[in-house]
């Protein structure tokens, strides 16, 4: 059985940092595409980044040069480094896998979701 467990999410202020986390079990981090996803209230699911089996990345424009996706297959767990945060990145975050990462931000291929953290950013 795959479970995607995301943690890291908090309260922080505008220009701070926060690491999320999404430790998996029953699945190898390595093995396909994974992606972190974000929704706020009344908003549809945004991809935030992913990362392929080759480690190549790739960003939604909104973080590039602020956020960073990568993946310690030692421990099979998922990352995603957010710096200067504004207000704007306040979210429910979610890590996915997929088999691939072409058209990474289409909700309907992943095949495995957790049950997201929140991070919250104050002005």
């Known amino acids: 059985q795959v479970q995607l467990v995301e943690s890291g999410g908090a309260s922080v202020q505008a220009g701070g940092s926060l690491r999320l986390s999404c430790a998996t079990s029953g699945y190898v981090v390595s093995s396909g595409c994974m992606a972190w996803f974000r929704q706020a209230p009344g908003k549809e699911r945004e991809g935030v980044a992913h990362?392929?089996?080759?480690?190549?990345?790739g960003y939604g424009d909104s973080v590039k040069g602020r956020f960073s996706i990568s993946k310690d297959k030692a421990k099979n767990t998922l990352y995603l480094q957010m710096d200067s945060l504004k207000p704007e990145d306040s979210a429910m975050y979610y890590c996915a896998a997929a088999s691939t990462c072409f058209l990474f931000r289409i909700t309907r291929k992943y095949d495995y979701w957790g049950q997201g953290t929140q991070a919250t950013v104050s002005s």
């Open positions: 990362i392929n089996s080759d480690d190549s990345t």
